[in-house]
């Protein structure tokens, strides 16, 4: 099993540029989640679902649209990229279960310039 | 408000001994709280969790410990290798809603062989 792919790995725009950033799962986990990782920030939630057709905001959304129209699969998107958006960029997914863990992909790292 | 701290952002130990990573939480309405570790370039990793109703959940050479009165988590690694060099991140959880995850800002740990 793969687990949680992240494409792409890495990631340069320039300011205004759009991109879509894409997640893979296939442990049939309802739930997936995308977190931006910062330096002295630890992990922020960005969005999430909890299952195919569903979304919601995360404590970090503005900026950013997600969308899950398959339940392997959730885009995270950025229709104007800024500056203040570079980071890495992780997508996870869980069971349904609260407390289950969370399953992390490897990160894209997007830097904005 | 970071709901969950970590107050060393780094702490150095000798392979074979004890190696003590502390968390310290606000809000008493979590459930679960987890470990997870990350090295770099790749997700986090779960490691272990513990129930809020548990003081204490023990994994081989890995012990959470959990003291509800005083909001404060701490993971035990003994005896510490090499290995265990990475970033650990504390996170805590609820068992209604989405499963999010609320995470502290990371201690690296560095194990000198």
């Known amino acids: 099993n793969a687990g949680v792919t992240q494409t792409p790995k890495f990631r340069v725009l320039k300011t205004g540029q759009s991109m879509t950033l894409l997640c893979a799962q296939d442990m049939n986990h309802e739930y997936m989640y995308w977190y931006r990782q910062d330096p002295g920030m630890g992990l922020r939630l960005i969005h999430y679902s909890v299952g195919e057709g569903t979304t919601a905001k995360g404590e970090v959304p503005d900026g950013y649209n997600v969308s899950r129209l398959k339940k392997q699969n959730f885009l995270l998107g950025l229709e104007s990229a800024a500056p203040s958006q570079t980071s890495v960029y992780f997508c996870?997914?869980?069971?349904?279960?609260?407390?289950?863990?969370?399953?992390f992909g490897n990160g894209t790292r997007l830097t904005v310039t | 408000d970071q709901q969950v701290k970590q107050n060393s952002p780094s702490l150095s130990v000798q392979e074979g001994r004890i190696s003590i990573l502390n968390c310290d939480y606000t809000?008493?309405?979590?459930?679960?709280f987890l470990w997870y570790k990350k090295y770099p370039a790749e997700g986090p990793t779960f490691l272990i969790s513990i129930s809020s109703i548990k003081d204490k959940n023990e994994d081989g050479r890995f012990t959470v410990f959990l003291n509800k009165s005083a909001k404060h988590l701490s993971l035990h690694i003994v005896p510490s290798q090499p290995g265990d060099s990475a970033v650990y991140f504390c996170a805590e959880s609820a068992l209604t809603g989405a499963n999010n995850l609320f995470f502290g800002t990371g201690t690296r740990l560095t194990v000198i062989p």
């Open positions: 996870a997914s869980s069971y349904w279960q609260g407390g289950s863990p969370l399953h």
């Open positions: 809000n008493s309405m979590f459930d679960y």
